[in-house]
């Protein structure tokens, strides 16, 4: 996979043995984020001491950003504050924050004493803004051109400011007010004539988003538009800042894991699975557990007000869990559909009567087919005996029941599964927390009911 | 959101009045997106004819990648070998390669016998990659540099040919052997002296990918090293591609999307749902549901073997739905967070230890809490009539009994959650493929046949 042979023993032994000349050459030739592994694993801080000392900033800077959270807080722990102004200021903003954000109180004001003050500004600035908005994860390092700028003034205006910039690939064009006009991509100033103006070449029709907007509206404006950096302006249209699609591939991820983790009952966890403390991962679940536990308890009621039925004919219970089982993963495969459909833009709640129609196309076939397999599945079962079906009724009515039962519940389900998440959406709920446990656990309910109220109709038992 | 004011009535009447000045405005003002979403929805094919006669290839190129793909064949019918042509040449190979490997074969030919020698053996070569490998979604437009050329070399063929290239802002350096053997970025040209080699300032530490590598890998190595472009390589090191940050994001939601179908027993989708006929729908989600009723009659053998314990005491056909329902959310929820660990790459299969340990620690919590408050529960229920515990038993057995099972039962879904998607990625199936709906199912089976193992013991009834 990478072109190089990077030796985590060889880093380690030169740490080891103090050897600065060899460090100083690992951390030039090898990428940084190999390197931040290692480093993870030093338990030494005295090595990790040795490192920060050693190495100069420009790469510490960023090797710091890839640290764990707990090395990354020794760390501030054990610099002085020359060392630390030092990272900072190799290190971008929106990166700063990412870390900051997370650390105890005394280590957070550890830091911002230590940034210089134009940095705490800005670092004060992001922190403001609410966790997940486009404001908290943009950064304000970026490159602003002004309309009556040449190509050539603009192209010095890079060269002495964009070194500190996060990208110069995508450039702003701001008005006197700071009012976004237009934005240009580097690669449109190397094709222009060196005495253009920027007004000539800047685009209009840009996109932009508010400080304020979710980092997953962000996302998928970023996808809709196949976008690799975003401006993000105030209400007003004032330039403050600028996503770039590599921390956007973080969010995305996120939120499919947020997804995926509400869908199987859970809270989301906000960060790695390893990383987080067992009590914090059993607080996550309880909740959802206790709640469905609960919900099961009025299926339970039904199967009890039907014991008479159950008790003339036993055999009934054997189905029970087939159909709740069925019943439930039905539900389940249409409500995970229609929630990731949801999620992905690619369904909107408009939809609600095209998704439902093709529901109950599925309901009709696939529930079709599994009731006449399991009809013919149950008879074969009585013929050869793994079940025994009590003498007193026809085992083809018993067939008949269930396969029915099965064939009802599966278009239900398919109903309450389109029907659920759609309606969550629309009233301004999550829709992933209505996915799969809660549409189970209603339709549980649901298939022992039509199961028993078909029982006495068919057996006329009460 | 946009700052733009795109107005669809506008276009359509334009369209609709054949204003042909008003037309190439829009395409020239608006974003070719939103153009493209309102011609999805013309119906008459004139109307398309009109545009791509009248609008630049430019424009209508990059439109036509974003049509749905009924109306991208329907065009493909209707336009001559010429307009295709010019479509062509004004695509990047790999957005063509994306449309054509979906069409039906004699609109193929079209499009293959319209596109210019060059393109048609790109188009070919692509084709040849097996889906979903990165050289499947590469694009072969790049810019290409050696060591010796000076920087001013370097930016005249970026001027020449940098036109045609899909990013300039990642350059790449190859030898005489078509090797490659550095990468830099447009910005390292900018900030560099005139007269100094591109191998002085190229990066020798890249990361490249081989044309044979999954996308998902590729997807990974992205997110790993925060990249935004990365050079696709034949096994002995040739140069071949590029692929960039965009294509990337779609491979993201895709897996993502798969995983999530997976989970919910259904064969992935290749296509957006509400795109998908019904029978296809169907037919992915019947056989798992197959499977797993097949399966569910084992847990309904259980019952039937225990049929004399239930006729003894048929309060405790009740709980079944409870203990079915929270075992099988306790193994999901478990199961849910390890594929996607491992999805992700948070989790190895070396992690199996820690992550056993982690769950048993959840179940301890999760399931003490559970079963203390279920005993409580089932005593007040009894205790007020919501339920009706035959006299001839104590309700404080039966209350022990379910608590009891319950946290047995949670003991063994988290780690049968845990256990089953590790061996199914260490034996190298679909960790994803193993995940809710087969662990319910396994709980289920295991948290009736511990009931029943428990009640037979503390009521001796056989």
């Known amino acids: 996979m990478e072109n190089v042979d990077f030796n985590p023993k060889q880093l380690i032994e030169a740490i080891t043995k103090r050897n600065v000349p060899e460090v100083r050459k690992i951390f030039e030739d090898y990428n940084l984020i190999d390197i931040a592994e290692v480093l993870n694993t030093i338990e030494n801080p005295a090595d990790l001491l040795f490192i920060f000392k050693t190495v100069p900033a420009n790469y510490t800077g960023e090797v710091f950003t890839y640290l764990d959270k707990d090395v990354q807080e020794n760390l501030i722990n054990i610099l002085t504050s020359e060392q630390i102004s030092a990272i900072l200021d190799n290190v971008y903003t929106d990166d700063i924050v990412d870390f900051i954000e997370e650390m105890p109180s005394n280590l957070m004001m550890k830091i911002l004493r230590s940034a210089s003050k134009e ?3 800005e670092i004060n600035h992001l922190l403001d803004y609410s966790e997940n908005s486009a404001g908290s994860i943009m950064t304000t390092e970026l490159i602003e051109l002004k309309e009556e700028d040449t190509i050539k003034e603009a192209m010095d205006k890079i060269r002495k400011t964009g070194k500190e910039a996060e990208t110069i690939s995508y450039l ?26 920027i007004g ?9 988003v508010m400080t304020t907007d979710d980092q997953e509206v962000v996302a998928s404006i970023f996808k809709r538009y196949d976008l690799n950096a975003i401006p993000v302006t105030t209400q007003d249209g004032r330039l ?36 987080i403390p067992v009590f914090t991962l059993a607080k996550k679940r309880i909740v959802w557990l206790m709640v ?54 690619q369904i909107t709640t408009k939809d609600y009567g095209k998704v439902l129609s093709k529901e109950m196309g599925v309901a009709l076939i696939a529930g079709g087919s599994l009731a006449a397999f399991d009809f013919c ?6 013929a050869v005996g793994i079940i ?10 018993v067939a008949l029941l269930v396969a029915l039962t099965l064939f009802i519940t ?19 709920f999550d829709p992933a927390l209505m996915a799969g446990p809660l549409v189970t656990t209603i339709v549980d309910a649901v298939s022992l009911m039509v199961y028993f109220f078909l029982a006495t109709q068919i057996f006329r038992l009460i």
Chains 1, 2 share one sequence.
């Open 377 to 382: 599945w149950i008879l074969f079962e009585n």
């Open 388 to 397: 025994k079906i009590t003498s007193s009724v026809s085992p083809y009515l």
């Open 240 to 275: 403050v800042g600028i996503i770039t699609v590599d921390d956007i591939i973080d969010v995305i991820d996120e939120e499919a894991t947020e997804d995926i983790q509400k869908m199987a009952a859970m809270q989301p966890l906000q960060e790695e699975y390893l990383k």
């Open 410 to 428: 599966i278009f239900l389900a398919k109903s309450i599964g389109s029907t659920l998440p759609i309606i969550a959406k629309k009233i301004g």
């Open 119 to 121: 940095t705490r500004q």
């Open 200 to 208: 000539d070449i800047m685009e209009t029709d840009f996109v932009n």
């Open 172 to 197: 702003f064009v701001i008005d006197n007010s700071r009012k976004l006009v237009g934005t240009l991509r580097l690669r449109d100033l190397i094709f222009a004539a060196e005495n253009s103006k």
């Open 292 to 345: 469905l536990m609960f919900s099961a308890t009025f299926t339970g009621l039904i199967i009890n007000r039907f014991e008479d039925v159950l008790m003339h004919l036993p055999a009934l219970t054997i189905f029970i869990p087939m159909l709740m089982d069925t019943g439930g993963n039905s539900g389940g495969q249409t409500s995970t559909l229609v929630i990731r459909g949801l999620a992905l833009g």
